[in-house]
């Protein structure tokens, strides 16, 4: 299973873009990498998911280099709302086993 | 997400009890997962299931147990509790079928305290 390394924390303010690193170097050919938002006592929610260049939804964009050993998910002039624990997931369909592995996420907190 | 429901949303047990936590979903998806999460820590997968005749253990399976009752409901319990195993439970919940990488959905989660 692909590892990654993401920031345990950032901090922000409101309206400004916030763009959180996720590294994955031993990423697999068929990986795709996908993030999710967790807010305080609830289950995480999916945000975005992509395979390679730029992805962009309603929500924000990810940012994936040619090498695919890292990602970058941007968030367009965050609110208070945005504040919430990112986490950086990678792995592929696979019948054999689960792929996905959550870690410690970035606490992301968004400043008036 | 509203499809997929766990009950209780909170409990309060003791030491050396049996208790079951349940998870129900009508997204109609294969494969269900539970998971558990303690403070400043990630989630950690439990148990997961493929389908109704499938269980797999997770990272931190000993001293829980599941069943896959059907497609719909995924049970976990919890043999003898103890209290380490205070945390938030989430159950989720994905499609194979999806056609990219499986996308999780998860319930409200469950906040068990074992005095």
């Known amino acids: 299973l692909a590892k990654t390394t993401q920031p345990i924390s950032m901090d922000s303010y409101e309206g400004q873009e916030v763009n959180i690193t996720c590294s994955h170097n031993?990423?697999?050919?068929?990986?795709?990498i996908t993030w999710y938002q967790q807010f305080p006592s609830q289950g995480p929610r999916f945000i975005i998911q992509?395979?390679?260049t730029k992805v962009t939804n309603e929500v924000a964009s990810l940012f994936i280099p040619a090498d695919r050993k890292s990602s970058t998910l941007s968030l367009p002039r965050v609110s208070l709302s945005d504040t919430a624990v990112y986490y950086c997931l990678v792995g592929g369909m696979n019948s054999g086993y689960s792929t996905l592995t959550f870690g410690k996420g970035t606490m992301l907190l968004v400043s008036p | 997400d509203a499809d997929v429901t766990q009950t209780p949303r909170n409990r309060i047990t003791k030491t050396g009890k049996r208790i079951m936590l349940e998870c129900s979903q009508t997204?109609?998806?294969?494969?269900m997962y539970w998971y558990r999460q303690d403070p400043g820590l990630g989630l950690r997968l439990i148990y997961y299931s493929f389908d109704v005749k499938d269980i797999n253990k997770g990272e931190i399976s000993d001293g829980y147990s599941v069943s896959r009752q059907a497609q719909a409901k995924f049970s976990l319990s919890l043999e003898s509790a103890i209290p380490n195993q205070t945390a938030l439970y989430f159950c989720?919940?994905?499609?194979?079928?999806?056609?990219?990488?499986?996308?999780?959905?998860f319930g409200p989660g469950t906040r068990l305290l074992v005095l």
């Open positions: 031993n990423i697999a050919t068929n990986d795709y």
């Open positions: 989720a919940t994905s499609d194979l079928n999806s056609g990219t990488q499986e996308t999780q959905y």
């Open positions: 992509g395979y390679k």
């Open positions: 997204k109609g998806h294969d494969r």
